[in-house]
């Protein structure tokens, strides 16, 4: 079986920052890309951010020049470092493996729990 538990959340003010991470454990053999999503009360899920084993980033364009995604391939772990935090990024945010490779060769994606951050005004 394989896991991907958050943590990080949390409430902070507007203009703070917050860092979350998402660590991956269980069989898992590779990850080919790992990102971050949002659902705010209300909206539909969207994309964060995402990074591939190489290294390679995409950011929604809200997000763009405040967060940043970095990952730890040997630990399978991924981090998303937000920065000058608006009210507009409250959310739920859930942590997503694609490509997940287990030790028996089967290939899925994988969704953490969540963790909610909220910036107040």
């Known amino acids: 079986q394989v896991q991907l538990v958050e943590s990080g959340g949390g409430l902070v003010q507007a203009g703070g920052s917050l860092r979350l991470s998402c660590a991956g454990s269980?069989?898992?053999?590779?990850?080919?890309?790992m990102g971050w999503y949002r659902q705010a009360p209300g909206k539909q899920r969207e994309l964060v951010a995402i990074i591939t084993s190489a290294g390679s980033t995409n950011y929604a364009d809200s997000v763009k020049g405040r967060f940043t995604i970095s990952r730890a391939n040997a630990k399978n772990t991924v981090y998303l470092q937000m920065n000058s935090l608006k009210p507009e990024d409250t959310a739920v945010y859930y942590c997503?493996?694609?490509?997940?490779?287990?030790?028996?060769?089967?290939?899925?994606?994988?969704w953490g729990q969540g963790t909610q951050v909220t910036v107040s005004s």
């Open positions: 269980g069989s898992i053999f590779s990850i080919n890309a």
């Open positions: 997503n493996a694609k490509g997940v490779v287990t030790t028996a060769r089967v290939t899925s994606n994988y």
